[in-house]
Protein backbone atom coordinates (compact mmCIF):
# COMPACT_ATOMS: atom_id res chain seq x y z
CA UNK A 1 0.00 0.00 0.00
CA UNK A 2 1.35 3.37 -1.28
CA UNK A 3 1.06 6.96 -0.02
CA UNK A 4 -0.07 5.71 3.27
CA UNK A 5 -0.17 8.42 6.04
CA UNK A 6 -0.18 7.74 9.82
CA UNK A 7 -1.47 10.62 11.59
CA UNK A 8 -0.68 10.04 15.86
CA UNK A 9 -2.54 12.62 18.46
CA UNK A 10 -0.60 13.99 20.95
CA UNK A 11 0.03 15.17 24.39
CA UNK A 12 2.62 14.82 27.19
CA UNK A 13 3.43 11.88 25.38
CA UNK A 14 6.85 11.53 25.74
CA UNK A 15 6.45 7.72 27.50
CA UNK A 16 5.13 6.37 24.74
CA UNK A 17 5.35 8.04 21.39
CA UNK A 18 8.85 5.93 20.12
CA UNK A 19 7.42 3.09 20.42
CA UNK A 20 4.48 4.05 18.44
CA UNK A 21 6.61 5.68 15.78
CA UNK A 22 8.50 3.53 15.50
CA UNK A 23 5.94 0.25 14.83
CA UNK A 24 4.73 2.93 12.04
CA UNK A 25 8.02 3.23 10.01
CA UNK A 26 7.59 -0.13 7.68
CA UNK A 27 5.02 0.96 5.99
CA UNK A 28 4.21 4.63 6.67
CA UNK A 29 5.19 7.08 3.63
CA UNK A 30 4.89 10.47 5.78
CA UNK A 31 3.58 10.39 9.73
CA UNK A 32 1.91 13.46 10.98
CA UNK A 33 1.88 14.34 15.02
CA UNK A 34 -1.07 16.41 15.84
CA UNK A 35 0.34 17.86 19.39
CA UNK A 36 -1.90 19.93 21.62
CA UNK A 37 0.61 21.93 23.34
CA UNK A 38 2.46 19.71 25.29
CA UNK A 39 4.31 20.87 27.90
CA UNK A 40 6.76 18.08 27.93
CA UNK A 41 9.54 17.24 25.13
CA UNK A 42 7.02 15.45 22.55
CA UNK A 43 7.07 18.18 19.72
CA UNK A 44 10.88 17.49 20.10
CA UNK A 45 11.17 13.99 20.05
CA UNK A 46 8.68 13.65 17.35
CA UNK A 47 10.28 15.86 15.21
CA UNK A 48 13.88 14.15 16.07
CA UNK A 49 11.73 10.95 14.81
CA UNK A 50 11.13 12.46 11.32
CA UNK A 51 7.77 12.89 12.16
CA UNK A 52 6.13 15.93 10.44
CA UNK A 53 4.71 18.19 13.62
CA UNK A 54 1.61 20.75 13.89
CA UNK A 55 0.37 22.02 16.71
CA UNK A 56 -3.90 22.27 17.29
CA UNK A 57 -5.26 23.30 20.41
CA UNK A 58 -7.80 20.44 21.80
CA UNK A 59 -11.33 20.52 21.75
CA UNK A 60 -12.56 17.04 21.50
CA UNK A 61 -11.22 14.19 19.94
CA UNK A 62 -13.83 13.97 16.91
CA UNK A 63 -12.37 17.65 15.75
CA UNK A 64 -9.09 17.02 16.59
CA UNK A 65 -8.71 13.84 14.34
CA UNK A 66 -11.25 15.63 11.14
CA UNK A 67 -9.12 18.78 11.95
CA UNK A 68 -5.81 16.58 11.54
CA UNK A 69 -7.05 14.40 8.33
CA UNK A 70 -7.93 17.51 6.47
CA UNK A 71 -4.43 19.43 7.39
CA UNK A 72 -3.38 16.30 6.04
CA UNK A 73 -4.32 17.72 2.39
CA UNK A 74 -4.48 13.90 1.43
CA UNK A 75 -5.54 13.16 -2.49
CA UNK A 76 -8.19 11.05 -3.06
CA UNK A 77 -6.66 7.53 -3.33
CA UNK A 78 -4.30 8.50 -0.13
CA UNK A 79 -4.78 5.94 2.96
CA UNK A 80 -4.75 7.10 6.51
CA UNK A 81 -4.25 5.43 9.43
CA UNK A 82 -5.20 7.25 12.50
CA UNK A 83 -3.14 6.57 16.28
CA UNK A 84 -3.42 8.11 19.39
CA UNK A 85 0.08 8.61 21.36
CA UNK A 86 -0.08 5.17 23.15
CA UNK A 87 -0.97 3.04 20.34
CA UNK A 88 2.07 0.39 18.78
CA UNK A 89 1.16 -1.53 15.76
CA UNK A 90 2.05 -4.97 16.76
CA UNK A 91 4.47 -7.31 14.42
CA UNK A 92 1.47 -9.06 13.04
CA UNK A 93 -0.66 -6.11 12.17
CA UNK A 94 2.43 -4.14 10.02
CA UNK A 95 2.98 -7.50 8.40
CA UNK A 96 -1.07 -7.46 6.92
CA UNK A 97 -0.70 -3.88 6.04
CA UNK A 98 2.68 -4.13 4.26
CA UNK A 99 1.13 -7.18 2.23
CA UNK A 100 -2.12 -5.42 1.53
CA UNK A 101 -2.82 -4.94 -2.47
CA UNK A 102 -4.43 -2.42 -3.99
CA UNK A 103 -8.44 -3.25 -4.21
CA UNK A 104 -10.71 -0.72 -5.28
CA UNK A 105 -13.68 -2.62 -3.80
CA UNK A 106 -11.96 -2.15 -0.48
CA UNK A 107 -12.48 1.45 1.45
CA UNK A 108 -11.36 0.49 5.02
CA UNK A 109 -9.79 -2.07 7.18
CA UNK A 110 -11.24 -2.71 10.96
CA UNK A 111 -8.35 -3.41 13.46
CA UNK A 112 -8.75 -5.33 16.64
CA UNK A 113 -7.39 -3.35 19.66
CA UNK A 114 -5.81 -4.62 22.69
CA UNK A 115 -5.93 -2.98 25.93
CA UNK A 116 -3.63 -2.46 28.25
CA UNK A 117 -3.94 -1.74 31.69
CA UNK A 118 -1.07 -0.80 34.61
CA UNK A 119 1.07 -2.89 32.57
CA UNK A 120 -0.90 -5.78 31.55
CA UNK A 121 -3.35 -6.88 28.86
CA UNK A 122 -6.75 -7.54 29.24
CA UNK A 123 -7.94 -10.06 27.82
CA UNK A 124 -11.33 -10.89 28.91
CA UNK A 125 -14.56 -8.89 29.87
CA UNK A 126 -17.01 -6.12 28.12
CA UNK A 127 -13.77 -4.69 26.00
CA UNK A 128 -13.00 -7.72 24.38
CA UNK A 129 -13.16 -8.29 21.10
CA UNK A 130 -12.77 -4.60 20.62
CA UNK A 131 -12.75 -3.79 16.56
CA UNK A 132 -11.93 -0.01 15.48
CA UNK A 133 -11.90 1.43 11.75
CA UNK A 134 -8.25 3.25 11.59
CA UNK A 135 -7.07 2.49 8.39
CA UNK A 136 -9.13 4.18 5.37
CA UNK A 137 -9.49 5.77 2.08
CA UNK A 138 -9.17 9.68 3.34
CA UNK A 139 -11.62 10.56 1.02
CA UNK A 140 -14.11 7.93 2.34
CA UNK A 141 -13.65 8.38 5.82
CA UNK A 142 -13.98 10.75 8.66
CA UNK A 143 -14.60 10.47 12.88
CA UNK A 144 -17.80 10.74 13.77
CA UNK A 145 -19.27 14.07 15.43
CA UNK A 146 -19.70 13.05 19.21
CA UNK A 147 -18.43 13.94 22.39
CA UNK A 148 -17.45 10.99 23.70
CA UNK A 149 -17.29 7.06 21.59
CA UNK A 150 -16.17 7.88 18.78
CA UNK A 151 -15.77 6.00 15.64
CA UNK A 152 -14.49 6.31 11.82
CA UNK A 153 -16.99 5.95 9.82
CA UNK A 154 -16.30 5.26 6.02
CA UNK A 155 -18.90 5.15 3.09
CA UNK A 156 -17.56 2.03 1.05
CA UNK A 157 -16.78 -1.91 2.29
CA UNK A 158 -14.64 -2.49 5.12
CA UNK A 159 -13.02 -5.65 5.73
CA UNK A 160 -10.91 -6.61 9.00
CA UNK A 161 -7.10 -7.35 9.51
CA UNK A 162 -4.98 -10.21 11.17
CA UNK A 163 -2.99 -8.61 13.66
CA UNK A 164 -3.62 -6.46 17.30
CA UNK A 165 -3.33 -2.47 17.51
CA UNK A 166 -1.96 -2.35 21.14
CA UNK A 167 -3.53 -0.02 23.60
CA UNK A 168 -0.62 0.58 25.83
CA UNK A 169 -2.07 3.10 28.25
CA UNK A 170 1.08 4.17 29.59
CA UNK A 171 -0.05 6.30 32.39
CA UNK A 172 -0.74 6.56 36.19
CA UNK A 173 -4.13 5.92 37.74
CA UNK A 174 -4.15 9.76 38.72
CA UNK A 175 -3.97 10.48 35.11
CA UNK A 176 -6.34 7.70 33.84
CA UNK A 177 -8.78 8.80 36.75
CA UNK A 178 -8.45 12.14 35.58
CA UNK A 179 -8.91 11.31 31.93
CA UNK A 180 -12.27 9.47 32.75
CA UNK A 181 -13.64 12.16 34.79
CA UNK A 182 -13.46 14.78 31.80
CA UNK A 183 -14.84 11.61 29.49
CA UNK A 184 -17.42 10.58 31.70
CA UNK A 185 -18.79 14.74 31.62
CA UNK A 186 -18.51 14.31 27.40
CA UNK A 187 -20.50 11.30 27.53
CA UNK A 188 -23.46 12.68 30.17
CA UNK A 189 -23.28 15.41 27.62
CA UNK A 190 -23.61 13.58 24.82
CA UNK A 191 -26.08 10.99 26.50
CA UNK A 192 -28.40 14.47 27.42
CA UNK A 193 -28.48 15.71 23.80
CA UNK A 194 -28.68 12.36 21.55
CA UNK A 195 -31.80 14.25 20.18
CA UNK A 196 -29.33 16.63 18.29
CA UNK A 197 -26.52 14.91 17.40
CA UNK A 198 -25.75 14.86 13.72
CA UNK A 199 -26.44 12.61 11.09
CA UNK A 200 -22.20 12.12 11.16
CA UNK A 201 -22.34 8.83 12.59
CA UNK A 202 -22.10 5.29 13.06
CA UNK A 203 -24.91 3.33 12.01
CA UNK A 204 -25.97 1.74 15.01
CA UNK A 205 -27.48 -1.99 13.64
CA UNK A 206 -27.87 -5.50 14.98
CA UNK A 207 -26.73 -6.80 11.41
CA UNK A 208 -23.46 -4.75 11.04
CA UNK A 209 -20.41 -5.24 11.98
CA UNK A 210 -19.49 -5.43 15.89
CA UNK A 211 -19.04 -1.78 16.09
CA UNK A 212 -22.63 -1.26 14.78
CA UNK A 213 -24.06 -3.75 17.05
CA UNK A 214 -22.46 -1.88 20.57
CA UNK A 215 -23.90 1.11 19.12
CA UNK A 216 -27.33 -0.35 18.81
CA UNK A 217 -27.50 -2.20 22.34
CA UNK A 218 -25.68 0.56 24.30
CA UNK A 219 -28.77 2.65 22.18
CA UNK A 220 -31.83 0.28 22.80
CA UNK A 221 -30.61 -1.30 26.17
CA UNK A 222 -28.12 0.28 28.29
CA UNK A 223 -29.87 3.75 28.16
CA UNK A 224 -32.85 2.86 28.62
CA UNK A 225 -32.04 0.59 31.62
CA UNK A 226 -32.22 1.94 35.15
CA UNK A 227 -29.78 5.23 35.91
CA UNK A 228 -27.22 4.02 38.61
CA UNK A 229 -28.35 0.82 39.25
CA UNK A 230 -26.42 -0.79 35.35
CA UNK A 231 -23.53 -0.77 36.64
CA UNK A 232 -23.84 -3.34 38.89
CA UNK A 233 -25.00 -5.13 36.45
CA UNK A 234 -22.42 -3.95 34.00
CA UNK A 235 -19.49 -5.19 36.51
CA UNK A 236 -21.25 -8.80 37.04
CA UNK A 237 -21.82 -9.01 33.30
CA UNK A 238 -18.11 -8.06 32.43
CA UNK A 239 -16.57 -9.56 35.47
CA UNK A 240 -18.08 -12.57 36.11
CA UNK A 241 -19.87 -13.65 32.77
CA UNK A 242 -17.59 -12.07 30.18
CA UNK A 243 -14.55 -13.54 32.82
CA UNK A 244 -12.68 -10.71 33.81
CA UNK A 245 -11.19 -12.54 36.57
CA UNK A 246 -8.82 -14.41 34.34
CA UNK A 247 -6.94 -11.44 34.04
CA UNK A 248 -5.74 -10.79 37.47
CA UNK A 249 -5.28 -8.49 39.77
CA UNK A 250 -4.77 -5.91 36.94
CA UNK A 251 -8.34 -7.05 35.93
CA UNK A 252 -9.91 -6.62 39.33
CA UNK A 253 -9.03 -3.17 39.58
CA UNK A 254 -9.72 -2.61 36.17
CA UNK A 255 -13.31 -3.91 35.81
CA UNK A 256 -14.13 -2.20 39.38
CA UNK A 257 -12.91 1.44 38.12
CA UNK A 258 -14.73 0.77 34.57
CA UNK A 259 -17.59 -0.30 36.16
CA UNK A 260 -18.41 1.61 39.93
CA UNK A 261 -16.16 4.33 39.24
CA UNK A 262 -16.33 5.64 35.39
CA UNK A 263 -19.75 3.92 34.48
CA UNK A 264 -21.54 5.09 37.53
CA UNK A 265 -19.80 8.54 37.21
CA UNK A 266 -21.13 8.82 33.70
CA UNK A 267 -24.87 8.05 35.31
CA UNK A 268 -24.21 10.56 38.19
CA UNK A 269 -23.61 13.41 35.82
CA UNK A 270 -26.27 12.55 34.11
CA UNK A 271 -28.67 12.41 37.13
CA UNK A 272 -27.16 16.38 37.91
CA UNK A 273 -27.76 16.67 33.87
CA UNK A 274 -31.35 16.14 34.38
CA UNK A 275 -31.55 18.28 37.81
CA UNK A 276 -29.53 21.22 36.73
CA UNK A 277 -32.41 20.82 33.10
CA UNK A 278 -35.77 20.95 34.95
CA UNK A 279 -34.92 23.62 37.64
CA UNK A 280 -33.99 25.58 34.45
CA UNK A 281 -37.56 24.47 33.16
CA UNK A 282 -39.23 25.66 36.25
CA UNK A 283 -37.43 28.97 36.69
CA UNK A 284 -38.22 29.84 32.75
CA UNK A 285 -41.55 29.13 33.37
CA UNK A 286 -41.94 31.11 36.43
CA UNK A 287 -40.45 34.40 34.27
Not at 175 to 188: D, L, V
Request: hydrophobic share 40%.
Amino acid sequence: MQNLTVIILTFNSEDSLVQVVKSCKAFASRIIVVDSLSTDTTPMLAANLGCEVVQHPFENYSIQRNWAQTYACLGEQDWVLHLDSDEVVSEELTQSICQLESNPAIDGYLMRRLSYFLGKPIRFGQINPSWHLRLFRASKGFCEERLYDQHFVTSGKIRKMQGLLLDLQITTLEKWTAAHNRWSTAEALEVCSRSSTSERQLTASLFGDLRMQKRWLKNNFWYRSPLLLRAFVFFFYSYFLRLGFLDGKAGLIYHVLQSFWFRYLVDAKIVELQIQQQAYSDNKSKI
